[in-house]
């Protein structure tokens, strides 16, 4: 059993083949910068490559960095504009010339921790944030998938949470661990006011550095703990939604497009 999974990122995109029965990347991953601008065409571009590379025949799903429904990329916050409102699965079926399954990356990379990560067998309210160019969520129901949450966008501030709390906002301001911490840990807070979840699982390339800020959150009623799948999370979750044998629980939630 095994599907392409490709993330799109507003930093990287990457992809790799995936053993969907285990969650385990098939080969090594391989990823090229986002085209700045990042327009829809300049990205399909990218797609294309990444799958040429691998002379990939088989199940495909993409993710996207904002909320997805039927196929219709509603919004883009760390991409070109021209994505809104857009049949992002029609272009992105084009460039990979098959039917590819596409859906919100927080999204995927929840279904990846839920299935073989850190919230596997985990009951009650999930909630997983991830940290990169922006901030990405995924809800889990009693591990039912209630999708394109976008809680990144929740206003702290003044301001969109992840202008403060994303890995790119610790990175463009020259924060320190603890000062960006600080903002992690008050953007959490909203959130858990907010749903209240039992645990939250944090994923994105940061939670490889769990250590350096996870103790420096305080007084949260939810388990915190860091992705086990880290950064292949997207991969792993958008090759399992591809797959027609995966029971995969943003499969629902995605959709398939036929080239164009």
């Not at 039912?144 to 463009?172: M, Q, Y």
């Not at 911490?181 to 994105?204: K, M, N, T």
Request: glycine fraction near 12%; hydrophobic fraction near 45%.
């Amino acid at each position: 059993m095994h599907a392409f999974g490709l993330d799109i990122g507003g930093t990287g995109i990457k992809g790799a083949p995936v053993d969907v029965e285990t969650g385990e990347l098939l080969a090594e991953r391989r990823k090229i910068d986002t085209p700045h601008p990042a327009s829809p065409d300049a990205v399909a571009k990218v797609v294309s490559q990444i799958l040429a590379s691998f002379s990939w025949s088989g199940p495909i799903g993409i993710t996207f960095p904002g909320v997805v429904t039927g196929g219709i990329t509603r919004t883009a916050a760390n991409l070109d504009h021209a994505w809104i409102g857009l049949d992002a699965q029609a272009l992105l079926a084009k460039a990979a010339r098959q039917e590819i399954w596409l859906l919100n990356d927080a999204d995927a990379a929840g279904v990846a921790e839920m299935t073989f990560g850190a919230g596997k067998g985990e009951p009650g309210t999930v909630l997983m944030v991830t940290f990169g160019t922006g901030i990405g969520s995924a809800l889990f129901i009693n591990g039912i998938l209630v999708p394109n949450t976008e809680f990144g966008h929740l206003e702290i501030r003044g301001k969109d949470a992840e202008k403060r709390a994303s890995e790119h906002a610790k990175t463009k301001h020259n924060m320190s661990w603890k000062e960006w911490a600080g903002h992690v840990d008050e953007y959490l807070h909203r959130v858990e006011d907010l749903l209240a979840p039992q645990l939250i699982i944090i994923g994105g390339g940061i939670s490889k550095e769990s250590e350096k800020f996870v103790p420096l959150l305080t007084g949260l009623h939810a388990r915190v703990v860091p992705a086990a799948l880290h950064n292949d999370a997207g991969i792993v979750g958008a090759a399992m939604t591809a797959h027609p044998a995966s029971a995969a629980p943003a499969r629902a939630g995605a959709g398939a497009g036929d080239t164009a």
